[in-house]
């Protein structure tokens, strides 16, 4: 009697799990991992086992309905049972269908067998994936034509071939050469600077200084009377004489003062 009880029972709980668990199923032909009714994980291309070289994109599927984000990552092929995965790019938190993943640079690893890995990682942290094996093949070297040699004309027998001109020999009689008369004298004055002729006289720029801060002084007088007036109407007298004070002739009778000092 207990045996009949407990298969039946071990059948009930099959049964309940494989109707609430949704199945995971793989595509060959597309290259999709399916995850539910709408998850989709999957590279299309690359496709398995081809040769790449250069900057490879990388296309496929990434959607799910808890998507938090997935990643690309890239393993040599070696013998150890844990692979050292690497990624190719950072997290990627936007869902793609049918389109670019990402862009591999294969330059940057040596030639070999690699596997090529896609991640879905959802809100609840769990995991689906799909992965490829790729060859890259960066290193083989490119064929280059070779430059055929140049072709010289070759004399014809018998031609004689003209040898060099004696040239005579032309002796100078020896010539002494003259020394430079040396000359003692001082260095050459330098011409003092006329100052009533230049182009901006010291009194002048003193002058355009003196009616620019005066002129400036003004404007800051008009701006403070003006600003006095409103804040007046507006019952603000006293925080409008601090701020006048403090922003506009604080600042002026400093800017005089340094002026002065300079001067």
Do not use: C
């Amino acid at each position: 009697m207990r045996g009949p009880v407990l298969h039946l029972a071990t059948a009930a709980i099959t049964m309940f799990f494989s109707l609430t668990t949704p199945p995971i199923t793989f595509s060959p032909a597309s290259g999709l991992r399916f995850q539910g009714e709408s998850g989709q994980v999957g590279i299309t291309s690359p496709t398995f086992d081809e040769r790449v070289s250069g900057v490879v994109p990388i296309s496929g599927t990434a959607i799910d309905p808890d998507f938090a984000f997935f990643r690309l990552e890239y393993a040599l092929d070696t013998t150890q049972a844990d692979l050292t995965w690497i990624e190719i790019q950072a997290p990627v938190a936007q869902q793609v269908r049918d389109g670019v993943l990402g862009l591999w640079d294969t330059t940057l690893v040596a030639d070999a067998r690699y596997f090529l890995r896609l991640q879905v990682v959802r809100g609840d942290e769990s995991v689906i994936e799909d992965q490829i094996a790729v060859q890259i093949i960066n290193a083989t070297p490119t064929p280059t034509a070779t430059p055929l040699p140049t072709p010289t004309a070759t004399p014809p027998p018998g031609t004689p071939t003209p040898g060099p001109s004696p040239t005579p020999l032309i002796q100078q009689p020896p010539t002494r050469t003259p020394r430079p008369d040396v000359t003692l004298q001082g260095p050459s004055p330098t011409p003092p600077v006329d100052q009533v002729s230049s182009i901006f006289p010291p009194g002048a720029l003193r002058h355009a200084a003196t009616t620019g801060m005066m002129i400036t002084l003004g404007v800051f007088v008009l701006l403070g009377l003006y600003g006095l007036i409103r804040t007046t109407a507006r019952g603000q007298l006293r925080v409008a004489l601090w701020h006048f004070r403090r922003e506009i002739v604080n600042p002026l009778i400093d800017g005089l003062s340094r002026w002065n000092r300079k001067k």
